[in-house]
């Protein structure tokens, strides 16, 4: 089964064997995310667990070579021109990166070329990073004058580690994929032509494993990373 949402720019398809497949479909622009997009996010994983039943999310960039380049810079005019409007949109990549960290089944990033701004940010939100080795990182905020979102800051720094994570922030300087690897942000890093392999064979385990015990562990992961009372009781009622 397959859907689409911002018109066609997010595209989800998912197989019996349930592994959804989102992907962020706007080779043109580096996949960079419209607004549009941004908010339809949440729905798009929705439907993959919700509505097909997938047990496992690969994300991936649309063309073969970008993951993508962040958030679209060329609404910034419109859609960011003041505190107020900046809020709202910033709203909308909240919501996208919190339905990414909080799906309830796993997702898995498969990072090709670049994968900058607010593209970073989905796959620090991601569960899993695999990437190939044209993959480049970057958090170019810092040369916009804007602020990068509170909630994708917490991610980058449980991504990429406290020192790591403050050195793209300030420098905005790119991270290489094997760099990104050393430092434990990438669970593996493959060739070109075995990425798509592998994420779907990686996939394929966990959507073959027991999904409520997938679930419950993700959960109590969430948890440990929160150290929320809410977080841990809900982690206990569904181990329990």
């Not at 701004?117 to 004058?145: E, H, M, S, V």
Request: charged letters at 20%; glycine letters at 8%; hydrophobic letters at 50%.
């Amino acid at each position: 089964m397959n859907n689409s949402f911002a018109d066609g720019a997010i595209l989800t398809v998912a197989a019996d064997t349930h592994i959804g497949r989102l992907t962020i479909n706007r080779p043109e622009k580096r996949n960079a995310l419209n607004d549009a997009m941004w908010r339809a996010l949440p729905a798009a994983l929705d439907w993959l667990v919700d509505t097909v039943d997938a047990r496992v999310v690969i994300i991936e960039g649309a063309g073969g070579r970008d993951f993508s380049a962040g958030a679209d810079i060329g609404e910034f005019e419109t859609l960011r021109k003041d505190a107020a409007t900046a809020r709202a949109y910033e709203a909308g990549n909240s919501a996208a990166f919190a339905a990414i960290r909080t799906c309830p089944v796993p997702v898995i990033a498969a990072i090709r070329g670049i994968c900058f701004g607010g593209g970073f940010g989905i796959a620090a939100a991601a569960d899993i990073r695999l990437a190939d080795d044209t993959a480049r990182f970057a958090i170019p905020a810092a040369r916009l004058g804007l602020a990068y979102p509170l909630d994708a800051v917490q991610d980058l720094v449980r991504a990429l580690g406290d020192q790591r994570a403050r050195h793209a922030l300030y420098s905005t300087q790119e991270i290489s994929a094997a760099d990104a690897l050393a430092c434990g942000c990438l669970l593996s890093l493959f060739r070109p032509d075995q990425l798509e392999a592998e994420a779907l064979g990686l996939a394929a385990d966990i959507a073959t494993a027991a999904p409520l015990s997938v679930r419950a562990s993700k959960y109590a992961v969430s948890a440990q990373n929160s150290g929320s009372d809410q977080d841990w009781q809900r982690a206990a009622d569904i181990a329990a």
